[in-house]
């Protein structure tokens, strides 16, 4: 449930979205409208395709920084290559 940060047109300022919150989006000439859960709408300058990067960044690195704690691995900075 990663938090996204996104513009709202017409200088609306920036607003955190909860990514876990999102039903659809829909890409409209420069804008894009994210459907949420209650209902809410939201216009943002972002493209569809950023705000999708954005979301696989923050969620990959919430699982990979998940699979080092638990110790199935070592960490990279652990990691010796063998002689």
């Given at each position: 449930?990663?938090?996204i940060k996104l513009n709202r047109i017409n200088?609306?300022?920036?607003?955190?979205?909860?990514?876990?919150?999102?039903?659809y989006m829909e890409?409209?000439?420069?804008?894009?409208?994210?459907?949420?859960?209650?209902?809410l709408l939201f216009s943002v300058e972002?493209?569809?395709?950023?705000?999708v990067k954005q979301i696989e960044i923050l969620e990959a690195d919430r699982i990979k920084s998940g699979i080092q704690e638990s110790g199935l691995v070592a960490k990279p900075s652990d990691f010796s290559p063998p002689p």
């Open positions: 449930m990663p938090l200088r609306g300022g920036a607003i955190f979205v909860n990514s876990d919150q999102v039903l890409v409209e000439s420069k804008t894009t409208t994210i459907h949420m859960a209650s209902g972002e493209s569809l395709d950023s705000i």
